[in-house]
């Protein structure tokens, strides 16, 4: 916490841009400005940090908002707890009437924290875009040691949002009216555990249970609620398999296979069945990395071969990787796998070239490149060796005549 704090500390006396840290749940830890007080209550904070979430952003991915009339602020994630949020800034000063009539209706703010806000915003810095991000890439340069490429800030343009305050109170009175509550954290909670430990058993059994409660609401249709529910569900649950032990760019790329499924579906009763879906899905891949029962060793072997399997893999590599010799780690790989570490990557780019010569139209000569093959002769022959086919003939008729 020391190291953030004295970190945000020289950022502000470099910059000026005012910034604070928060918590998960809104609470200000923290805060570098020349508000005497600030304005914005704990949930205007609480929105930003779930807004950063629904994103699916991470500590190397943050966000940039675009807000009436013309302000920025940015949300970097520090740690599992912990979030950066900087601005309200602008290039351009506004007028105390642009800002009354900008924030005047909101019941986001009291009158006496609305004037605090428009007296800090005129004597803000102006920022401009660039500027708010250079500022971004800095600070996580500082806090994770890795400089990130502009290109990877969000930039959401909330211009558009109908104020939140209004609807915020009108949906407490119908709460308040019909209360039934929300789907509580101890389902999601429950879900998340059985996938991060592969009971694909027990979640199918848990999974069939009726829910008690209601979800939030997102959108007044019914369909793109859907879409927004299973779209936060997925985010968690494929946060769970990666704690259970699945590789983290597969688990991702997973979810967001199944984001872009849900979001052309036209029918609730597809998207309902996705949610059972995804759940089991990830559920069986953690089981089926615990069966095998690998080592962390070899488990990072892996997860690297699965992310690089298009590139020049060599002992060394993995070596490296582990901090173990080139024999040892050969060694209890093959021990663990079955397999001797060539034997595995050519195992692995046979299944990605059956795909290819299913399913796509690449040649033979760009498939034997993307796998890494010095020649397309020699992929051919190590892909007939497996299957009993040359690459052709696969393409042809895809079925294994010999797995020798």
Same mark, same amino acid.
């Given at each position: 916490?020391?190291?953030?704090?004295?970190? +945000?500390?020289?950022?502000?006396?470099?910059?000026?841009?005012?910034?604070?840290?928060?918590?998960?749940?809104?609470?200000?830890?923290?805060?570098?400005?020349? =508000?005497?007080?600030?304005?914005?209550? $704990?949930?205007?904070?609480?929105?930003?940090?779930?807004? =950063? *979430?629904?994103? !699916?952003?991470?500590?190397?991915? /943050?966000?940039?908002?675009?807000?009436? /009339?013309?302000?920025?602020?940015?949300?970097? !994630?520090?740690?599992?707890?912990?979030?950066?949020?900087?601005?309200?800034?602008?290039?351009?000063?506004?007028?105390?009437?642009?800002?009354?009539?900008?924030?005047?209706?909101?019941?986001?703010? %009291?009158?006496?924290?609305?004037?605090?806000?428009?007296? @800090?915003?005129?004597?803000?810095?102006?920022?401009?875009?660039?500027?708010?991000?250079?500022?971004?890439?800095?600070?996580?340069?500082?806090?994770?040691?890795?400089?990130?490429? $502009? *290109?990877?800030?969000?930039?959401?343009?909330?211009?558009?949002?109908?104020?939140?305050?209004? /609807?915020?109170?009108?949906?407490? =009175?119908?709460?308040? &009216? +019909?209360?039934?509550?929300?789907?509580? %954290?101890?389902? $999601?909670?429950?879900?998340?555990?059985?996938?991060?430990?592969?009971?694909?058993? &027990?979640?199918?059994?848990?999974?069939?249970?009726? *829910?008690?409660?209601?979800?939030? !609401?997102?959108?007044?249709?019914?369909?793109?609620?859907?879409?927004?529910?299973?779209?936060?569900?997925?985010?968690?649950?494929?946060?769970?398999? #990666?704690?259970?032990?699945?590789?983290?760019?597969?688990?991702?790329?997973?979810?967001?296979?199944?984001?872009?499924?849900?979001?052309?579906?036209?029918?609730?009763?597809?998207?309902?069945?996705?949610?059972?879906?995804?759940?089991?899905?990830?559920?069986? !891949?953690?089981?089926?990395?615990?069966?095998?029962?690998?080592?962390?060793?070899?488990?990072? +072997?892996?997860?690297?071969?699965?992310?690089?399997?298009?590139?020049?893999?060599?002992? $060394?590599?993995?070596?490296?990787?582990?901090?173990?010799?080139?024999?040892?780690?050969?060694?209890?790989?093959?021990?663990? %796998?079955?397999?001797?570490?060539?034997?595995?990557?050519?195992? &692995?780019?046979? *299944?990605?070239?059956?795909?290819?010569?299913?399913?796509?139209?690449?040649?033979?000569?760009?498939?034997?490149? =993307?796998?890494?093959?010095?020649?397309?002769?020699?992929?051919?022959? #190590?892909?007939?060796?497996?299957? @009993?086919?040359?690459?052709?003939?696969?393409?042809? +008729?895809?079925?294994?005549?010999?797995?020798?």
């Amino acid at each position: 916490m020391e190291q953030y704090q004295s970190i +945000c500390q020289h950022l502000y006396d470099a910059t000026q841009i005012p910034a604070l840290l928060v918590a998960q749940d809104g609470h200000v830890v923290d805060e570098w400005s020349r =508000f005497s007080k600030n304005p914005v209550p $704990e949930y205007g904070f609480k929105m930003a940090v779930q807004d =950063f *979430e629904l994103q !699916k952003r991470d500590a190397l991915h /943050p966000v940039i908002f675009h807000i009436k /009339p013309g302000y920025l602020f940015a949300v970097a !994630k520090l740690d599992a707890q912990l979030y950066w949020v900087t601005g309200l800034v602008s290039p351009v000063h506004r007028s105390y009437e642009e800002i009354f009539a900008a924030y005047g209706q909101e019941t986001l703010f %009291t009158p006496e924290a609305l004037r605090a806000l428009a007296t @800090g915003l005129l004597n803000s810095p102006l920022v401009t875009l660039p500027q708010l991000k250079s500022a971004v890439c800095l600070l996580l340069c500082l806090v994770h040691g890795t400089m990130i490429p $502009e *290109e990877d800030i969000l930039l959401c343009n909330d211009e558009d949002r109908l104020p939140i305050g209004r /609807p915020f109170q009108e949906a407490l =009175f119908h709460v308040r &009216e +019909c209360p039934e509550a929300h789907i509580t %954290t101890q389902l $999601e909670n429950r879900i998340a555990a059985l996938v991060a430990a592969g009971n694909t058993e &027990e979640l199918a059994r848990y999974l069939r249970k009726p *829910e008690q409660g209601k979800t939030g !609401k997102m959108s007044d249709d019914p369909l793109r609620q859907l879409k927004y529910n299973f779209v936060g569900y997925v985010t968690v649950i494929s946060r769970a398999a #990666i704690k259970g032990g699945m590789d983290e760019e597969e688990a991702l790329t997973l979810s967001d296979l199944y984001c872009q499924r849900v979001d052309v579906m036209t029918q609730a009763i597809d998207i309902l069945r996705t949610f059972y879906e995804v759940s089991m899905d990830f559920c069986r !891949k953690v089981e089926q990395g615990s069966r095998g029962g690998y080592s962390p060793t070899v488990q990072k +072997c892996l997860h690297y071969i699965s992310r690089h399997l298009h590139e020049n893999i060599r002992t $060394e590599h993995l070596a490296l990787l582990t901090g173990l010799s080139s024999k040892t780690v050969a060694e209890r790989f093959r021990q663990e %796998t079955g397999y001797s570490i060539s034997d595995y990557l050519h195992a &692995e780019r046979v *299944e990605e070239a059956k795909y290819l010569l299913r399913y796509t139209e690449y040649s033979l000569a760009e498939i034997s490149g =993307f796998l890494n093959y010095a020649s397309q002769s020699y992929f051919t022959k #190590i892909f007939r060796d497996r299957t @009993g086919q040359t690459p052709q003939q696969y393409r042809d +008729c895809p079925q294994e005549l010999t797995n020798s």
